[in-house]
């Protein structure tokens, strides 16, 4: 599977833990990446300044549903079931 053009389900709800540029703490669950356009495009993208878990992601009907919103809703409840509580 390719990525959707203007998805961004997986620059929104999972945490990254690696610090970013701008997010020296990295970014928490449900919130958007300040590197995320509004087109839904990573602005780091090709950037080696890009975290390698962003990097290292690929798209997967499993985690990536059939459309942008089931994406949100698979990547948010894996955040969850995975997160330490």
Known sequence: MHC???????????????PLPG????KPAGERCLHLSVENLCQLF?????PAVCGDFDADSEVCGESREE???LLGW????????
Do not use: F, H, K
């Open 23 to 26: 997010m020296p703490e990295g």
């Open 46 to 50: 090709g950037d080696p300044r890009r």
């Open 71 to 73: 994406a949100i809703r």
């Open 4 to 18: 959707r053009p203007g998805c961004g389900a997986c620059c929104i709800a999972p945490s990254i833990s690696s």
């Open 78 to 85: 894996l955040e969850q079931v995975t997160s330490a509580a």
